[in-house]
């Protein structure tokens, strides 16, 4: 009986098998999806988790966007993205003010602008040396990189081949996890940021001495960009 084929009353019931398991299977994916990113301190990779649960990783990459599209759909107060190259879940950014005075009650530890100016340089500049962000921020970043290291944001990621071998410095995965950033190429551009050519000549004009010489003003401003050769 089993050499002979299915009959056409036959096939339609081992398609609906076939779709009962398929789906019984996703279900057990989807479960075992939740229990491992639940559970985890970093955000998990689609790769790490296709290994663990011997699965394609295409096919985890759709359940997990389609678990966070359901999520979104039931309107709760946590999402799983996708952020640092991995999933996680997190609360709903609606929600951040009830987040913040359940945890923070008021002792809110906020960075300096000395600290959020040398992260932004090396985010943006990056690799880049001590000397280089010196120059930028026409200051010392010894002591701003040391904190920003301590608390995991930066960490050297090179050496300059060249002269006296600097160390370079670089953004770690943890940055972009804090600013919810997949990759680095999710960083807003700078040109949003920069401000146009009249009111970088206004405030050139408004600090300049009557007698200075407009060449050597603009000589000694500090640029975003310091490997570049002045204007002739």
């Given at each position: 009986?089993?050499d002979?084929?299915?009959?056409?009353?036959?096939?339609?019931?081992?398609?609906?098998?076939?779709?009962?398991?398929h789906?019984?299977l996703?279900?057990?994916?989807v479960?075992?999806?939740?229990?491992?990113?639940?559970v985890?301190?970093?955000p998990?990779p689609?790769?790490?988790?296709?290994?663990?649960?011997?699965?394609?990783?295409?096919l985890?990459?759709?359940?997990?966007?389609?678990?966070?599209?359901?999520?979104?759909?039931?309107?709760?107060?946590?999402?799983?993205?996708?952020?640092?190259?991995?999933?996680?879940?997190?609360?709903?950014?609606?929600?951040?003010?009830?987040?913040?005075?359940?945890?923070?009650?008021?002792?809110?530890?906020?960075?300096?602008?000395?600290a959020?100016?040398?992260?932004?340089?090396?985010?943006y500049?990056?690799?880049?040396?001590?000397?280089?962000?010196?120059?930028?921020?026409?200051v010392?970043p010894?002591?701003?990189l040391?904190?920003?290291?301590?608390?995991?944001?930066?960490?050297q990621?090179?050496?300059?081949?060249?002269?006296?071998?600097?160390?370079?410095?670089?953004?770690?995965?943890?940055?972009?996890?804090?600013?919810?950033?997949?990759?680095?190429?999710?960083?807003?551009?700078?040109a949003?940021?920069?401000?146009?050519?009249?009111?970088?000549?206004?405030?050139?004009?408004g600090?300049?001495?009557?007698?200075?010489?407009?060449k050597?003003?603009?000589?000694?401003?500090?640029?975003?960009?310091?490997?570049?050769?002045?204007?002739?």
């Open positions: 009986m089993s002979i084929p299915p009959t056409d009353a036959q096939q339609p019931d081992q398609m609906m098998t076939e779709l009962l398991a789906e019984t996703d279900a057990d994916i479960r075992a999806i939740e229990a491992i990113v639940l985890a301190t970093e998990v689609t790769d790490q988790l296709a290994q663990l649960l011997e699965q394609p990783t295409a985890v990459n759709e359940l997990c966007r389609g678990l966070a599209d359901v999520y979104d759909e039931a309107g709760h107060g946590f999402q799983l993205v996708e952020v640092a190259g991995g999933w996680r879940y997190q609360t709903h950014p609606e929600l951040s003010p009830y987040v913040e005075r359940f945890l923070l009650d008021g002792q809110r530890h906020r960075m300096s602008g000395a959020l100016e040398t992260l932004a340089i090396v985010a500049k990056q690799p880049i040396s001590r000397a280089q962000v010196a120059s930028i921020r026409g010392d010894d002591g701003v040391r904190t920003l290291s301590a608390r995991g944001y930066v960490t990621v090179a050496v300059d081949p060249g002269p006296g071998q600097a160390a370079l410095f670089g953004t770690t995965p943890q940055f972009l996890e804090k600013l919810g950033l997949n990759s680095l190429s999710d960083l807003p551009p700078l949003a940021f920069v401000p146009g050519a009249d009111v970088v000549e206004a405030l050139e004009h600090l300049r001495a009557p007698d200075a010489d407009p050597l003003l603009r000589a000694n401003m500090p640029r975003l960009t310091p490997d570049e050769p002045d204007d002739q």
